[in-house]
C-alpha cells in the first residue's frame, strides 16, 4: 500500500464513493471519514512539539490511520458535527466550536496536498472575490453590482440597456418548511425595476445580461481541464441551466487558449486545486466567465460526456498532475 490518502466528506456522497474506489483500484490506502462522525464514532489524538510536526491518530470502530502518513487529503462538503443528546443549546455550540477548531484545525495543518484546503475553499466562495480575481487574471466577466439600494439597481439597469439579471450572492439552496429550495437566476424585464421593495433587506447580485449561444461546465483539476458544452432546450433553462435539467444536452468541447491560461492562473491565485468553472459561450464564440464553484458537481458532466473526471482527482491525489 502506497502512503494514505484522507478522504474528508459527507457519508452518503456517492460522487466520493467514485474517487474512493479509483484509488483502491490502483492500491491507494483509503482512510475515509465525515465531520458528522466526531466525536460520537471517530476519534483524534494528535501532538505537536519542538521535535515533530503533528503525529497521532484518527480512530474510527473499525480503521486507524497515522496523521503524519497522510500523503493528501480530499476535502468535500462534510457533515455537521453531532454531539451525544441531552447537551443544552450552549453546550452544543460551545463543542461545536471546540471541533472546528481542535479537529478541524489539527487536520487543517497537515501539510501534504489537498483538493481544496478548507481555508482556500472558504474565500474562494466569496462571489466578489472570484470576480475580481478572474478579471485580474484576464478573463472576460459581466458588469456586476452588488447592492441593497433599489436606485442603485435602477442606474445600473440604465447603463446596461436594462438587460439585467439577478442571482444570489451566495449558495442559491435554502431550507423552508423542511425542504430543500433553490433559488434559480432570474431576467428582469424594465417593468420589475417598479417595484424594488424588499431589497434593502440583504445584499443582492446583479449582472448585465450576457447574450448566449450555449454555456459550458469547466471542470479544472491540478493541471487538467475538462469542458462540457451545456445547450438549453427550454425557455426557462437558457436563463439558468440548472432550472430545467431534463432539457440539457451535452458535449466534450475544447477551451480557447486565452481561456485556459486565464483560468490556471485563476485557479493559482485562488489556491485550488480543483475548480467547477461556469462560463457563457455568446454568438460570437466569447467566453464569459460567471463564477467557480471550488466544491462543485462534476458526477453528472462525467456521466454525460465520458469526461474522466473522477480519474483526474485520483491522478492529482497522487500528485501525477
Same mark, same amino acid.
Given at each position: 500500500m502506497?502512503?494514505?490518502v #484522507? ?5 452518503d456522497?456517492?460522487p466520493t ?5 479509483e484509488?483502491?483500484?490502483r492500491?491507494v490506502? *483509503?482512510f475515509r471519514?465525515?465531520?458528522?462522525d466526531?466525536?460520537?464514532r ?6 505537536i ?5 503533528w503525529?497521532g491518530?484518527?480512530?474510527?470502530e473499525?480503521?486507524t ?10 476535502y468535500?462538503?462534510p457533515?455537521a458535527f453531532?454531539f ?7 453546550e452544543e455550540r ?5 471541533a ?8 487543517s495543518?497537515l501539510?501534504?496536498? %489537498?483538493?481544496?484546503?478548507?481555508t482556500s ?5 466569496y &462571489? ?8 485580474a487574471?484576464? #478573463?472576460?466577466?459581466?458588469p456586476?453590482?452588488?447592492?441593497n439600494?433599489?436606485?442603485? *439597481? ?6 446596461t440597456g436594462?438587460s439585467i439579471?439577478? &442571482?444570489?450572492?451566495?449558495?442559491p ?7 430543500f429550495?433553490? *433559488? /434559480?437566476?432570474q431576467r428582469?424585464?424594465p ?12 445584499p443582492? #447580485?446583479?449582472q448585465g445580461?450576457v447574450? &448566449?449561444e450555449?454555456?459550458?461546465r ?17 425557455e ?8 430545467d /435539467?431534463?432539457?440539457?444536452? /451535452? ?5 480557447p487558449?486565452?481561456?485556459a491560461?486565464?483560468?490556471r492562473s485563476?485557479?493559482?491565485r #485562488?489556491?485550488?486545486?480543483y475548480?467547477a468553472?461556469d462560463?457563457?459561450v ?6 464569459t466567465f ?7 458537481? %462534476? ?5 454525460e460526456?465520458?469526461l474522466?473526471?473522477a480519474?483526474?482527482?485520483?491522478d492529482?491525489l497522487?500528485g501525477?498532475?
Open positions: 502506497t502512503a494514505p #484522507l478522504i474528508i466528506a459527507a457519508s456522497d456517492w464513493d467514485r474517487v474512493v474506489v484509488l483502491q483500484r492500491g490506502e *483509503v471519514m465525515d465531520t458528522a466526531f466525536p460520537q471517530l476519534a483524534l489524538a494528535g501532538r512539539d519542538q521535535g515533530k510536526a503525529t491518530e484518527l480512530t474510527t473499525h480503521r490511520v497515522e496523521l503524519s502518513r497522510v500523503s493528501a487529503v480530499y468535500r462538503a457533515g453531532q451525544p443528546q441531552g447537551m443544552s443549546g450552549p460551545f463543542a461545536a466550536a471546540q472546528r477548531a481542535g479537529l478541524g484545525g489539527v487536520l495543518a501539510d501534504c496536498r %489537498w483538493v481544496n484546503h478548507p475553499m472558504a474565500r474562494a466562495e &462571489k466578489p472575490v472570484q470576480l475580481a480575481a478572474a478579471r487574471c484576464g #478573463l472576460n466577466i459581466p456586476t453590482l452588488i447592492t439600494r433599489a436606485e442603485e *439597481v435602477r442606474s445600473f439597469a440604465a447603463d436594462f439579471v439577478c &442571482k444570489p450572492v451566495a449558495s439552496v435554502l431550507i423552508e418548511d423542511g425542504q429550495k433553490s *433559488v /434559480y437566476t428582469l424585464r417593468e420589475d425595476l417598479d417595484d424594488l421593495r424588499g431589497i434593502e433587506t440583504t443582492h #447580485l446583479f445580461w447574450s &448566449k450555449h454555456e459550458v469547466l471542470t479544472v483539476v491540478g493541471g487538467r481541464m475538462f469542458a462540457a458544452a451545456i445547450h438549453a432546450g427550454s426557462a433553462a437558457h436563463e439558468d441551466w440548472r432550472s /435539467y431534463g432539457s440539457l444536452t /451535452y458535449a466534450s468541447t475544447e477551451v487558449d486565452q481561456v491560461a486565464g483560468m485563476l485557479m493559482e #485562488l489556491q485550488l486545486r475548480g468553472a462560463f457563457i455568446g454568438p460570437d464564440g466569447q467566453w460567471l463564477e467557480v464553484n471550488p466544491c462543485g458537481q %462534476w458526477d453528472w458532466i462525467q456521466g460526456t465520458g474522466p473526471i480519474e483526474a482527482i485520483a492529482d497522487q501525477a498532475t
